[in-house]
């Protein structure tokens, strides 16, 4: 049975939280890559920021509605503007990154790491030993390791 360890990529392209907006577009654009793990000076994972998170940087800010009911107002959606203007102002990686991260080990399996990527609709997971980020596997690793099974 393969695991991440088998079908990784090793050679992870990182970011530090300090780093700046625009020094992470160059980053991703130079390595033709769609995400980077972020990490703190011990390569501990600290977060991971993809494309997404720069697009929606750069996103129209929704103005939440507004109802008005007998004499009282209600704003609806008012917790997500927050957010919003939070990341629209962002000047670093630490700012716009997620970090609510979902990672996985050297031994979790193929089919543990496609059925992580398709419930919860991630596209690259970072592999760790321990608190390190020593590999990350995105969604080409798994087909071809996965075209690599079947042709066994």
């Known amino acids: 049975m393969l695991k991440a360890r088998d079908f990784m990529t090793r050679d992870v392209v990182t970011?530090?939280?300090e780093a700046t907006v625009e020094e992470?577009?160059?980053l991703l654009s130079e390595h033709q890559i769609s995400g980077a793990p972020v990490v703190d000076a011990d390569n501990r994972l600290v977060g991971i920021v993809t494309e997404n998170d720069l697009i929606s940087r750069n996103k129209r800010?929704?103005?939440p509605t507004v109802i008005r009911l007998?004499?009282?107002f209600f704003v609806l959606g008012s917790g997500r503007i927050n957010d919003e203007m939070k990341k629209m102002t962002a000047s670093?990686?630490?700012?716009?990154c997620a970090k609510d991260i979902v990672s996985i080990t050297e031994d979790t399996t193929l089919q543990e790491v496609a059925t992580i990527m398709a419930e919860q609709?991630?596209?690259s997971l970072p592999v760790l030993r321990a608190d390190a980020v020593v590999g990350i596997v995105g969604k080409a690793d798994v087909v071809r390791?996965?075209?690599?099974?079947v042709s066994k």
Do not use: C, M
């Open 145 to 149: 390791a996965i075209s690599r099974n």
């Open 15 to 17: 970011v530090s939280p």
């Open 92 to 96: 670093t990686v630490g700012e716009i």
């Open 121 to 123: 609709k991630i596209h």
């Open 24 to 26: 992470l577009a160059k």
């Open 61 to 63: 800010l929704h103005i």
């Open 70 to 72: 007998f004499d009282a």
